[in-house]
């Protein structure tokens, strides 16, 4: 009998492995993979899990990054940089199999290359099946199996219909044609339909993608993709081959809970993705972190009460996500209006800044957004139906 299964060892699954493995309890994982395995993603990670880790991930940090340079269907650029660290990128082969280490360091027990098939709650633990065969008890399970899990999918009603759709690649790349424009970000607007396009530099690659809202980008995602890769001053010319599709299980007010019995779930499993910028790492570690703790508390007391993590859910993250979804409605719905603004008061991107960072709620921001542009309406107005003609 295990105190803990683990389903999934991306950033949610390793760090609930590395935490409850450094507290003492006996973890089991499992991840289908063998790392260091591939993940499609941007791999920008938020400044603020410098407060939410204790150990220092700048062996994986490729470039730190300081704003972004916006464009407007690959022109209208424009700069916007802050005087401190807004995130750190990262290659996620490399980063994964660095916290999965951390887990391991830890005494936590890694099974790779083996997929977890389903499970039992039998009241008193839970019945683990994998794709060898075999079944495995604990007292606790974590669904951490990522977009689409088996453990979200079937045991919790999760679904990826609402959420977004993507294309990315991984471009080698050679940084200092980034003359002088490194510690930046490369973010697109109005190319893609609900959604952004990005360019994500690596030590050696560039990481680029486009993500969008699945009802407004069916069928036409690759589309927008190669538009941008050809209009964009960074990659026109550059022959993009290999590509991925992905989903981002970006949050929905339809995620209801993510507790049942003795399972819970965490990270993308959950669909616990930052609606506004699909942001995802930093959230996959955070919930993976109270989780975690939740399964602490219950296995002191001798308890199965997994409630407190959904409390916490609802308490604290879910209404920032709700805020960050107004965010994305407003930008998105409006991209050409949004970026006028943006080129107006660029102090509105350095104050999300501080939301990435972790200084300032999304809530906060969406207030003082909402206030900024009803005070000015028909500025704004003007200046938006003047550019429309310009
Ligand atoms: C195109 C794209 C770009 C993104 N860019 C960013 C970004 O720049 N910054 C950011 O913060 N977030 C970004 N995200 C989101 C981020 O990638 C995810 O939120 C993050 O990976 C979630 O971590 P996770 O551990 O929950 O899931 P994952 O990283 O998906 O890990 C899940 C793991 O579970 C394993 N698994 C699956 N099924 C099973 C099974 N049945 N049994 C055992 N193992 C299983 C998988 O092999 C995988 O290793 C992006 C996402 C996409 C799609």
Sequence with gaps: MHDVIIAGLGPAGSTAAYRLAKSGFKVLSFDKEKFPRYKSCGGCISAKIDGLIDFDISPCVEFTVKGAYFTYRSGRKLDITADKPVGYNVMRDTFDAFLLNKA??????????????????????????????????????IGADGAGGVIGREHFGMTVKECAVSITAELPYDNSALCGMDGRLFIDFGTVPFGYGWMFPKKNFLSIGVAGDLSKNSGSIKKSFNELISTHELTSGLKVEDTAGWTVPVYSSSVKSVVKGRALLAGDSGRLVDPFLGEGIYFAMKTATVAADTITQAL???????????????????????????VSNLVYNHPRLWYKILENEPAMMLKYFSVIRGEESVQSFYNWVYKRIRSRPWRLLRRWVESKFV
């Design 104 to 141: 391991m360091e830890a005494g936590a027990e890694v099974v790779e290359g083996t997929r977890i098939t389903g499970f039992v709650d039998k009241g008193g633990h839970v019945d683990v099946s994998t794709s060898d065969g075999r079944t495995f008890s604990s007292k606790f399970l």
């Design 300 to 326: 002191h007391s001798d308890s199965a009460n997994l409630m407190p993590y959904q409390a916490w859910l609802e308490n604290d993250l879910f209404p920032e996500f709700s805020a960050a979804e107004k």
